[in-house]
């Protein structure tokens, strides 16, 4: 199984607190998701986050299809770092590090994912043609909506 890396890094107007409260609710992930993804979460407790705390979520990340998603926290250092990994989902593996450090400027936010896709050399296929793309596009629509919340003020 072939393992990928994607890692962005943005510089966030907002102190760590402010950062945190936002990206460690679920809540606010389909403001920083394209609508096309169709994202939405069906499956929720509302409590603030912790370590093994379920998240399902329907997403239709090509031609319309209706995928579920089950995520699970791993980790939480509140105002520090949150860990989710797929539990069901599109893909073989989904590890996603979500780390926020102050900066004299605000907060420094890294998202690094490690990810693998099943069905072996048609999922490396899949990589190279769609997916990897379209987690760029993911990343970057993001990076749009939190310069937009955060940034512009």
Same mark, same amino acid.
């Given at each position: 199984?072939?393992? =990928? ?5 943005? =510089?966030?107007?907002? !102190?760590?607190?402010?950062? %945190?409260? +936002?990206? !460690? ?11 096309? $993804? ?10 603030? $986050?912790?370590? @093994?705390? &379920? &998240? ?7 031609l319309g299809l209706k995928l579920s998603w089950m995520t699970v926290i791993t980790y939480v250092k509140d105002n520090s770092y949150f860990v989710d990994e797929q539990r069901f989902g599109p893909y073989a593996l %989904?590890? *996603?590090? *979500? ?9 420094? $936010?890294?998202?690094?994912? *490690? =990810?693998?896709?099943?069905? @072996? +050399? #048609? @999922?490396? &296929?899949?990589? !190279? #043609? ?7 596009? &993911?990343?970057? =629509?993001?990076? #749009? ?9």
């Amino acid at each position: 199984m072939k393992v =990928y890396t994607k890692e962005t890094v943005q =510089y966030v107007n907002a !102190s760590v607190e402010e950062c %945190w409260a +936002f990206f !460690s609710s679920p809540k606010n992930l389909q403001k920083i998701t394209p609508e096309d $993804m169709g994202f939405q979460i069906t499956d929720f407790d509302n409590k603030p $986050m912790y370590a @093994g705390q &379920i &998240i399902q979520y329907k997403v239709s990340p090509l031609l319309g299809l209706k995928l579920s998603w089950m995520t699970v926290i791993t980790y939480v250092k509140d105002n520090s770092y949150f860990v989710d990994e797929q539990r069901f989902g599109p893909y073989a593996l %989904w590890h *996603h590090k *979500h780390f926020f450090e102050a900066t004299e400027k605000g907060t420094k $936010m890294t998202d690094l994912v *490690h =990810y693998a896709l099943p069905l @072996g +050399f #048609l @999922g490396r &296929i899949m990589n !190279s #043609l769609v997916v990897e793309n379209k987690l760029k596009e &993911i990343f970057d =629509y993001r990076r #749009l909506k939190v310069d937009e919340m955060f940034n512009s003020k």
